[in-house]
């Protein structure tokens, strides 16, 4: 049996499931202990304490057909010097991730970092 994130990728292009294990890889990096929860109907996963995604997740992966998103429950609170952060939502913003390249990019570490600080809850 696949593991159930694999689940959200089955449909996905081969390049665009290598993003969505990377940035998971990037986020179980920040938060070892992180809870991992899978909506296969809904091709997502989120990332936090609990199940709940507004108050026990910080962030989320959805794979779309030629990205994936980097998601921020809270979004609109992180601190975003390069403005990686898109969206206008009242709290939830993205990061659209094409390359692997991007998923090296400092910055988009220390989104995560701030995010997995951010609720008390979710705290280390």
């Known amino acids: 049996m696949s593991h159930p994130f694999e689940e959200i990728l089955t449909t996905a292009a081969p390049e665009v499931a290598a993003l969505a294990r990377q940035a998971r890889t990037l986020i179980q990096d920040v938060m070892p202990n ?5 909506w296969p109907t809904q091709r ?3 990332f936090g304490v609990g199940p709940k995604k507004m108050s026990e997740q910080f962030c989320y992966i959805g794979p779309f057909k030629k990205h994936i998103n980097l998601g921020f429950y ?10 990686l952060l898109e969206g206008t ?5 993205h990061v659209k991730i094409s390359r692997l390249e991007q ?3 400092p910055a ?3 989104l995560v970092e701030a995010a997995a600080k951010h609720l008390p809850k979710l705290q280390k």
């Open 74 to 83: 809270y979004g609109a609170d992180l601190p975003d010097p390069q403005n």
């Open 103 to 105: 998923l090296a990019n």
């Open 108 to 110: 988009l570490r220390d």
């Open 44 to 46: 997502m996963a989120g």
């Open 34 to 38: 992180v809870v991992e929860v899978v």
């Open 89 to 93: 939502g009242q709290t939830l913003r």
